[in-house]
C-alpha cells in the first residue's frame, strides 16, 4: 500500500509560480504522475514519470511551463508551475502506478493523494 501525501498549493496570482510536492510512504517503485481537475472537467494528466526514468513525459500544455521531477532519495516528486493563468485553477492530484510504464489515463493508476487546490487569480 502506498499512500500519496500533497503539498504546496495555493492563491496566485497569475504569472506567478508554485511548487507542489507529493510525498509517498515507502520506497516508489512505480510511475509517478501529476493530474488535475477542474470543476465540471475531466482529470486530465498533465505530467508523468517512469521510476526508471530520468526524461518525464509531460503534456503540450505543460511543456514550457509545468515541470515534473523526482526524488527517489527522497520518495518524493514535484510540480514546478510557472507562468500560471487563471485556467490553471484546478484541484491537482499526484497518482501512482505499479510498473514502470507511464500512461497518461487515470484509470490506470493505482494509489491517488488527497488533491492540492491551486487557484490563480487574474
Known amino acids: 500500500q502506498v499512500q500519496l501525501v500533497e503539498s504546496g498549493g495555493g492563491l496566485v496570482q497569475a504569472g506567478g509560480s508554485l511548487r507542489l510536492s507529493c510525498a509517498a510512504s515507502?520506497?516508489?517503485?512505480?510511475?509517478m504522475a501529476w493530474f488535475r481537475q477542474a470543476p465540471g472537467q475531466e482529470r486530465d494528466v498533465i505530467a508523468a514519470?517512469?521510476?526508471?526514468?530520468?526524461?518525464?513525459y509531460h503534456t503540450d500544455s505543460a511543456k514550457g511551463r509545468f515541470t515534473m521531477s523526482r526524488d527517489n532519495a527522497k520518495n518524493t516528486v514535484y510540480l514546478q508551475m510557472n507562468s500560471l493563468k487563471p485556467e490553471d485553477t484546478a484541484v491537482y492530484y499526484c497518482?501512482?502506478?505499479?510498473?514502470?510504464?507511464?500512461?497518461?489515463?487515470?484509470?490506470?493508476?493505482?494509489?491517488w493523494g488527497q488533491g492540492t487546490q491551486v487557484t490563480v487569480s487574474s
Open positions: 515507502g520506497r516508489i517503485t512505480y510511475t
Open positions: 514519470i517512469s521510476w526508471i526514468g530520468d526524461s518525464p
Open positions: 497518482a501512482a502506478r505499479r510498473g514502470a510504464a507511464v500512461t497518461v489515463t487515470p484509470q490506470l493508476y493505482d494509489y
